[in-house]
């Protein structure tokens, strides 16, 4: 196993178009998460699926952000109607069960114009 | 929430220098992650600890429960130790626990 991947590493788009971000954890851990980083500052807690089931969101995610997991196992974060203050880096972390450990992937940078 | 404060925030250092980076935190923790980040953006998890100290190859960490402070020491530093150090103390309460630094930029020169 590789650890996990991220998709695509670098995303530009225009304001109001939508993005996707794919993540694909390490294969047995059950935990995966999603945070997004900007410039200068530690990443900021999205989302959490513990297998299929999404059961913590920040309230950073608004509306326009939605997060699947749908066989437990690669993740999606889409982004609809992209603002510029969506650029950021988003990663995804995974861990397994019984630990607090957690693997990173290398992020997707998005860009907003 | 947990406030957290590192210092420096950035540190430039020649190679074979010792590096200390401090973490402090405002609320009580079960563990604390110490992570570096590369240029690009990969992290990568150094130690998790909840007491005590813990070394790996060139790198230490220490932890203050009581005093809720912790830290990183590098030593004999060479380039490729340059990198954003980020600490990430955990308050339990679940996955939003975790809450990150802003980070400690080194730079070590050769």
């Known amino acids: 196993d590789t650890g996990v991947s991220q998709n695509p590493r670098h995303k530009i788009t225009k304001r109001g178009q939508n993005v996707t971000f794919r993540c694909d954890p390490i294969?047995?851990?059950?935990?995966l998460y999603w945070y997004r980083q900007t410039l200068g500052q530690g990443p900021e807690f999205l989302t959490y699926?513990?297998?299929?089931?999404?059961?913590?969101k920040s309230r950073l995610l608004s509306d326009r952000f939605s997060a699947e997991r749908p066989k437990g196992s690669f993740s999606t974060l889409e982004i609809q109607r992209t603002e510029q203050g969506d650029s950021a880096m988003y990663l995804c972390?995974?861990?397994?069960?019984?630990?607090?450990?957690?693997?990173f992937g290398e992020g997707s940078r998005l860009t907003v114009l | 929430k947990n406030e957290v404060e590192q210092s420096p925030q950035n540190l430039t250092a020649q190679e074979g220098e010792f590096i200390t980076i401090n973490c402090s935190y405002s609320?009580?923790?079960?563990?604390l992650h110490w992570l570096q980040q590369h240029p690009g953006g990969g992290i990568v998890s150094l130690f998790m600890?909840?007491?005590g100290k813990k070394k790996h190859g060139r790198l230490i960490a220490t932890i203050n429960i009581q005093e809720k402070h912790s830290s990183l020491h590098i030593t004999a530093s060479h380039p490729r130790d340059s990198a954003v150090y980020i600490c990430?103390?955990?308050?339990?309460?679940?996955?939003?626990?975790?809450?990150f630094g802003k980070g400690t930029h080194l730079i070590i020169q050769p």
């Open positions: 972390a995974s861990s397994a069960t019984g630990t607090s450990e957690l693997f």
């Open positions: 294969s047995e851990h059950n935990r």
């Open positions: 699926f513990q297998n299929e089931a999404q059961l913590e």
């Open positions: 609320v009580g923790i079960s563990a």
């Open positions: 600890l909840s007491s």
């Open positions: 990430a103390p955990y308050s339990g309460g679940g996955a939003d626990g975790l809450t």
